[in-house]
């Protein structure tokens, strides 16, 4: 990574940072359950933010990795270079310099755009599992928020770590992609035929409790908004501090599905890492806004585990049919618009006794 790439990433964190100051410190003070009409408001905000990113993506970004001068025969050089390492594919014989950099910024635009997408609708599915572990501990919805926030921090953070282990991984062992590919196929079968089970959590045999029980010492109990408090000079972690390291947990598992179907439409970890963030930080206000409704999406399982094999199919044939990333954002699109229209319109069927 170059020090000009390391500022890209710093800057971007920051601007991150201020986001979710602004959420928590400005708009969110005081612990409360937000309503219908706040939730989309914010979810708004948050898509809106995104399709600013992506045309500021559209318009300047070559600076990700650059900025090239394509006039001089080092900056064309250094150009292929990074061209070759992340993509995306471009045609440099038949074009001038502007016209090459252009196609760039739109190509990385589209990557953006499709991996936001990609990420953003797997995140539905994380809002079944979000909403099951505040149901199987007992959580008060006012305290949703404030688990949901430092879950969305502690996100950001390995989701970094993960990211950029894995395009190593992949621009050392190529045939990481077919791992990954392999792995969503089978994660999207299993999703199909796992969609009718009624998943529980045991809050007693759960691997991160059994682990914090094991090194920490628990107070068992809610105390508020407090993830830890002091007992007879001895600092305890409360409910609320387990919740949020199982919700945390729980979107390591998540990263493991969702990272690899972004690396099937780039390569590039900057593009992949950016999409992620604001996908992730745009989760809460999604969770609060469909939180009571999402039962009634009852084909969503079945369109996103068709997403994933399709994803998964395009990263084990992309040396010999490689699709392209409009063609996927377009098939992705259509997945979704389908499951969601089928649960709408199609009535439910009664029961027989």
Request: net charge positive.
């Given at each position: 990574?170059?020090?000009?790439?390391?500022?890209?990433?710093?800057?971007?964190?920051?601007?991150?940072?201020?986001?979710?100051?602004?959420?928590?410190?400005?708009?969110?003070?005081?612990?409360?359950?937000?309503?219908?009409?706040?939730?989309?408001?914010?979810?708004?905000?948050?898509?809106?933010?995104?399709?600013?990113?992506?045309?500021?993506?559209?318009?300047?970004?070559?600076?990700?990795?650059?900025?090239?001068?394509?006039?001089?025969?080092?900056?064309?050089?250094?150009?292929?270079?990074?061209?070759?390492?992340?993509?995306?594919?471009?045609?440099?014989?038949?074009?001038?310099?502007?016209?090459?950099?252009?196609?760039?910024?739109?190509?990385?635009?589209?990557e953006f755009i499709t991996g936001y997408v990609i990420e953003y609708s797997?995140?539905?599915?994380?809002?079944?599992?979000?909403?099951?572990?505040?149901?199987?501990?007992?959580?008060?919805?006012?305290?949703?928020?404030?688990?949901?926030?430092?879950?969305?921090?502690?996100?950001?953070?390995?989701?970094?770590?993960?990211?950029?282990?894995?395009?190593?991984?992949?621009?050392?062992?190529?045939?990481?992609?077919?791992?990954?590919?392999?792995?969503?196929?089978?994660?999207?079968?299993?999703?199909?035929?796992?969609?009718?089970?009624?998943?529980?959590?045991?809050?007693?045999?759960?691997?991160?409790?059994?682990?914090?029980?094991?090194?920490?010492?628990?107070?068992?109990?809610?105390?508020?908004?407090?993830?830890?408090?002091?007992?007879?000079?001895?600092?305890?972690?409360?409910?609320?501090?387990?919740?949020?390291?199982?919700?945390?947990?729980?979107?390591?598992?998540?990263?493991?599905?969702?990272?690899?179907?972004?690396?099937?439409?780039?390569?590039?970890?900057?593009?992949?890492?950016?999409?992620?963030?604001?996908?992730?930080?745009?989760?809460?206000?999604?969770?609060?806004?469909?939180?009571?409704?999402?039962?009634?999406?009852?084909?969503?399982?079945?369109?996103?585990?068709?997403?994933?094999?399709?994803?998964?199919?395009?990263?084990?044939?992309?040396?010999?049919?490689?699709?392209?990333?409009?063609?996927?954002?377009?098939?992705?699109?259509?997945?979704?618009?389908?499951?969601?229209?089928?649960?709408?319109?199609?009535?439910?069927?009664?029961?027989?006794?």
């Amino acid at each position: 990574m170059s020090l000009h790439e390391i500022w890209v990433l710093l800057g971007f964190l920051v601007m991150i940072a201020f986001f979710l100051a602004l959420d928590l410190g400005v708009f969110n003070k005081k612990d409360h359950e937000p309503g219908f009409k706040e939730s989309l408001g914010f979810t708004i905000i948050w898509v809106s933010l995104a399709l600013i990113f992506w045309g500021l993506i559209y318009l300047f970004g070559d600076w990700i990795h650059g900025p090239f001068d394509l006039s001089t025969s080092a900056g064309m050089a250094e150009f292929k270079k990074v061209v070759a390492e992340y993509g995306p594919p471009l045609n440099f014989d038949h074009f001038d310099p502007e016209t090459i950099l252009h196609k760039y910024r739109k190509g990385l635009g589209l990557e953006f755009i499709t991996g936001y997408v990609i990420e953003y609708s797997l995140s539905i599915d994380n809002i079944f599992v979000i909403l099951m572990i505040f149901y199987s501990f007992g959580v008060e919805k006012t305290y949703y928020h404030r688990v949901l926030f430092w879950g969305i921090i502690g996100a950001v953070m390995m989701r970094f770590i993960f990211i950029f282990i894995s395009s190593a991984l992949i621009h050392h062992f190529e045939w990481v992609l077919y791992l990954f590919g392999i792995l969503l196929v089978f994660t999207g079968g299993k999703m199909f035929l796992d969609r009718n089970k009624e998943k529980k959590i045991d809050t007693s045999k759960h691997p991160v409790i059994k682990f914090l029980s094991r090194y920490f010492a628990i107070d068992k109990g809610y105390k508020g908004r407090r993830f830890f408090i002091r007992k007879q000079g001895k600092i305890y972690l409360t409910s609320l501090f387990v919740v949020l390291m199982v919700i945390e947990f729980s979107d390591v598992i998540f990263a493991v599905d969702s990272v690899p179907a972004i690396f099937s439409i780039t390569k590039d970890p900057f593009i992949v890492y950016f999409s992620n963030i604001f996908a992730i930080i745009g989760l809460r206000s999604l969770f609060f806004l469909l939180m009571n409704v999402v039962e009634r999406f009852r084909y969503l399982k079945i369109g996103l585990s068709v997403l994933l094999v399709f994803i998964g199919i395009k990263m084990l044939i992309h040396d010999y049919i490689p699709i392209p990333t409009i063609y996927s954002l377009l098939i992705i699109l259509s997945i979704l618009l389908i499951s969601i229209f089928a649960s709408l319109l199609i009535p439910v069927k009664e029961k027989t006794e």
